[in-house]
């Protein structure tokens, strides 16, 4: 079966310094990998997607994420975090038609 | 392009009672899945619509039902409820199934059972 492992309940970072927030994946085939983030009382965004290609990712709002088969992670990263970057985060595996979630990861920037 | 929308935004019901939760999808998705996400958790897949049938259905009993019209929003339906059906439900759309697109999400219906 398909799933991720979103390892850190919440990773704080002051703002300016990069920031990263880890995933581990485990599936049979090809994994078709995606990141969302959350804000209080909202669906979820879309931020960026692995289906095949380069292993550097770059997504939305300057994140981008790093595929790495070996290591089975697909880490999202951004080289300077902002304040507003303070939300939840879920990475996801397509399994047939449906996303399977992580957990989540509560990232917090500071001032 | 007005995204995924989603009504009502909020809904406070009682236990026992039934729900119906409406999305309509991006303009050009024919494709609509449902998700439930307690507090603290990430979304579970409910099902997904395509074609105006069931096409996947994820590990929720008989309670949970829905069904997708010939312009493609959907319904969904919850009977009997139960106190741990409080939850955020989340629809997503997306073209002819997952493929490799991302799937686009509406703000979510907070439903609350009391």
Request: net charge neutral; charged share 15%.
């Given at each position: 079966?398909?799933s991720?492992?979103?390892?850190?309940?919440?990773?704080?970072v002051?703002?300016?310094?990069?920031?990263?927030?880890k995933?581990?994946?485990?599936?049979s085939?090809?994994?078709?990998?995606f990141?969302?983030?959350?804000?209080?009382n909202?669906?979820?965004?879309?931020?960026?997607?692995?289906i095949?290609?380069?292993?550097?990712?770059?997504?939305?709002?300057?994140f981008?994420?790093e595929?790495?088969?070996?290591?089975?992670?697909?880490?999202l990263k951004?080289?300077?975090?902002l304040?507003?970057?303070s939300a939840?985060?879920?990475?996801?595996?397509?399994?047939?038609?449906?996303?399977?979630?992580?957990?989540?990861?509560?990232l917090?920037v500071?001032? | 392009?007005?995204g995924v929308?989603?009504?009502?935004t909020?809904?406070?019901?009682?236990?026992?009672?039934?729900?119906?939760l409406?999305?309509?999808?991006?303009s050009?998705?024919?494709?609509?899945?449902?998700?439930?996400?307690a507090?603290g958790?990430?979304?579970?897949f409910?099902?997904q619509?395509?074609?105006?049938?069931?096409?996947?259905?994820?590990?929720?009993?008989?309670?949970?039902?829905?069904?997708q019209?010939?312009?493609?929003?959907s319904?969904?339906?919850?009977?009997?409820?139960?106190?741990?059906?409080?939850a955020?439900?989340?629809?997503?759309?997306?073209?002819?199934?997952?493929?490799?697109?991302?799937?686009?999400?509406?703000?979510?219906?907070r439903?609350?059972v009391?």
């Amino acid at each position: 079966a398909q799933s991720v492992a979103q390892p850190e309940d919440q990773v704080n970072v002051a703002e300016g310094n990069p920031l990263t927030v880890k995933c581990t994946y485990s599936v049979s085939g090809n994994p078709y990998l995606f990141w969302y983030v959350q804000y209080p009382n909202r669906g979820l965004q879309f931020l960026l997607k692995y289906i095949t290609g380069d292993n550097l990712v770059k997504g939305s709002y300057g994140f981008e994420a790093e595929f790495n088969k070996s290591q089975t992670s697909f880490h999202l990263k951004k080289p300077s975090a902002l304040v507003s970057d303070s939300a939840l985060y879920f990475c996801a595996v397509r399994d047939w038609n449906k996303l399977i979630f992580g957990t989540g990861t509560r990232l917090q920037v500071f001032p | 392009d007005a995204g995924v929308t989603q009504s009502p935004t909020h809904l406070i019901k009682t236990r026992g009672q039934q729900v119906t939760l409406r999305c309509s999808p991006k303009s050009g998705h024919d494709t609509v899945s449902w998700y439930q996400q307690a507090l603290g958790q990430g979304p579970q897949f409910i099902f997904q619509y395509y074609e105006e049938e069931e096409r996947q259905r994820g590990n929720f009993p008989d309670r949970f039902s829905g069904h997708q019209f010939p312009n493609y929003s959907s319904e969904l339906n919850v009977n009997a409820l139960l106190l741990g059906d409080s939850a955020l439900y989340l629809c997503a759309s997306s073209p002819g199934g997952m493929g490799n697109t991302e799937a686009f999400f509406g703000q979510g219906t907070r439903l609350t059972v009391v």
